[in-house]
């Protein structure tokens, strides 16, 4: 066999899925307990006693953010509330990861993760919903994103990631290796990494080197050229010539194809012809770096930094920091706060088959994750990295856009997932609702506040009114309207739009409130529903 034959067998068999399987793997309740040991180790050897855990309600909010990317509706918090199973939290994380909403917000988050934008690419985002329905592994869509022209010929969806990016090689080069691998590489371009010893050059370039060839077609589809390398120049002035090397310094090589000067000059006006014209058809090359780089990323050997970033960043969002922060410096400076931890649920994420809703479901089960995020007595906060306190979380544009329309909607129109089958095409309605206004709303980053145009467009917006305190008979201010008694208001109100009763002291003055103002009913039911779902608490997730 020649050599050009054996590596595109090579290459075939690199593209192929490397499923496990979860056979023999611990129950995610198992999982979960090894979650809480560890952190509960930790917290016995700095002498913290951690929160206690959330009561009902708060319990159910979180989760029902955490795992639908929604508030609850009131048919949904009258259930939970009212099972008396003592097993009822994990068969409701059971019912929700199995849910549609489970899909379609993981599909927003990963979204969020891979995109860092709110423009809807309804390609893009039914690609991913796809594949979160059907529970694919991440090491498939991974595989799928960096290699969309060969595992899914033709489609525009997968393809976004690296369209989005491929005019700028260094946009690409540190996206992928932050996003998909938790490491930042930036700082190596022009020199060694000046702080982390695991970063030089040659990295750097090893990295961008799997991109250089990489171009976008005039009908927007994604191919690789037949050759290019890159150089680059040392702070000593040597000019080099990268390889194709991973983040842990393994390097591949590219096999030498015998072609003719004539035969070159041909496929390079293929090329052209393809970048220029819609009907031109681009030339494969048997060698493809990116191939190449999904092949390092998840070899067996070396650095699992595959696994650990898509850990860390799933546990970030559902407890509030990562076990490495930031999220993008993965290296060996900067070590994990519980790093046996992190090697346990990244060698069981990537021996399930890289299963994302198993990951989660463990998560979610465990008592770290349904810790209070109040701290009794005015005792000082412990630090964040020992997970003792729940950490307060900004809701994404979209957990708060879908989680406006919930809250605001007349209750008898919105069941949840109790109405089976009719709540999917519910949600689907409600998820394309919901897409407009969230792109009016910030992407939460680090110490968010919420900003001036977001309480502007709250206060002065004519949207918010006529979206979500309008009196009609599909939202909660007609339904309000109907309760003849204050105190009923009071508590339907706040139970809807903060998934909590109200103490008594907020119902007595929010009664006192709509008495005040009764011969303007109407007007001043819109005004409370406007102060519990602009208050800091419908805000965040607590």
């Known amino acids: 066999m020649s050599r050009t034959c ?13 499923r496990s399987g979860a056979a023999g793997l611990p129950a995610v309740e198992s999982l979960a307990d090894q979650i809480d040991q560890a952190v509960h180790t930790r917290l016995e ?11 009902d309600e708060r319990f159910l909010r979180r989760l029902m953010l955490d795992l639908a990317g929604r508030v609850p509706t009131l048919a949904e918090r009258e259930a939970f509330l009212s099972d008396e199973s003592p097993d009822k939290r994990t068969a409701w994380v059971e019912q929700l990861v199995a849910s549609p909403d489970f899909a379609m917000h993981l599909r927003n988050e990963l979204d969020l993760q891979l995109l860092a934008r709110l423009k809807t690419d309804n390609d893009w985002r039914e690609y991913l919903l796809e594949a979160t329905r059907a529970n694919r592994g991440w090491d498939d869509l991974f595989r799928e994103i960096m290699l969309p022209e060969r595992l899914r010929e033709g489609e525009q969806g997968p393809a976004a990631f690296l369209r989005e990016r491929v005019r700028d090689l260094d946009d690409l080069t540190n996206d992928t290796a932050v996003l998909f691998f938790g490491v930042n590489i930036g700082c190596a371009k022009c020199h060694d990494h000046p702080l982390v010893s695991d970063w030089e050059q040659q990295h750097y370039y090893g990295m961008a080197s799997f991109f250089q060839r990489t171009y976008r077609t005039k009908t927007g589809l994604l191919a690789e050229r037949f050759d290019g390398r890159i150089k680059f120049k040392t702070v000593v002035g040597d000019e080099l010539e990268a390889s194709f090397m991973f983040l842990d310094g393994a390097a591949t090589y590219e096999p030498p194809v015998e072609l003719s000067d004539e035969r070159r000059k041909e496929l390079d006006e293929l090329v052209r012809k393809a970048q220029r014209e819609d009907d031109a058809e681009p030339p494969r090359p048997e060698f493809s770096p990116r191939a190449e780089l999904v092949r390092m990323a998840l070899a067996p050997t070396g650095p699992d930094y595959f696994s650990r970033n898509m850990v860390n960043r799933t546990w970030a969002r559902l407890m509030g920091q990562g076990l490495v922060e930031p999220l993008d410096q993965m290296h060996s400076e900067n070590p994990p706060s519980h790093p046996e931890l992190l090697d346990a649920l990244a060698r069981d994420f990537a021996s399930s088959g890289y299963d994302l809703k198993r990951l989660i ?11 209070d995020s109040r701290i009794t007595g005015g005792a000082e906060p412990p630090a964040a990295d020992l997970f003792a306190v729940a950490i307060p979380r900004p809701l994404t544009p979209r957990q708060l856009s879908l989680s406006l329309l919930v809250a ?15 709540w999917e095409k519910k949600r689907d309605e409600l998820e394309n609702r919901a897409n407009s206004f969230a792109t009016r709303v910030e992407i939460p980053g680090e110490n968010f506040q919420v900003s001036v145009d977001e309480a502007l467009l709250f206060s002065n917006g004519d949207r918010v009114a006529g979206d979500y305190l309008r009196d009609a ?3 909660l201010v007609r339904h309000l309207t109907s309760l003849e008694a204050d105190d009923d208001v009071a508590i339907v109100a706040t139970q809807a739009v903060l998934s909590r009763s109200p103490a008594p002291e907020e119902q007595s003055r929010i009664a006192d409130y709509l008495s005040a103002r009764s011969d303007r009913r109407v007007e001043a039911i819109q005004q409370v529903v406007w102060a519990l779902m602009t208050s800091p608490e419908f805000r965040f997730n607590h």
């Open 45 to 55: 050897a700095a002498g913290v006693q951690p929160a206690g855990p959330l009561d």
């Open 361 to 371: 479901h463990a998560m979610v089960l465990s008592e770290t994750y349904a810790r």
């Open 408 to 422: 605001t909607a007349n209750p008898e129109t919105m069941p949840g997932t109790a109405s089976g089958d009719e």
């Open 6 to 18: 054996l590596w595109g067998l090579l290459l075939t068999l690199t593209l192929l899925p490397a």
């Open 473 to 475: 008979g599909d939202r």
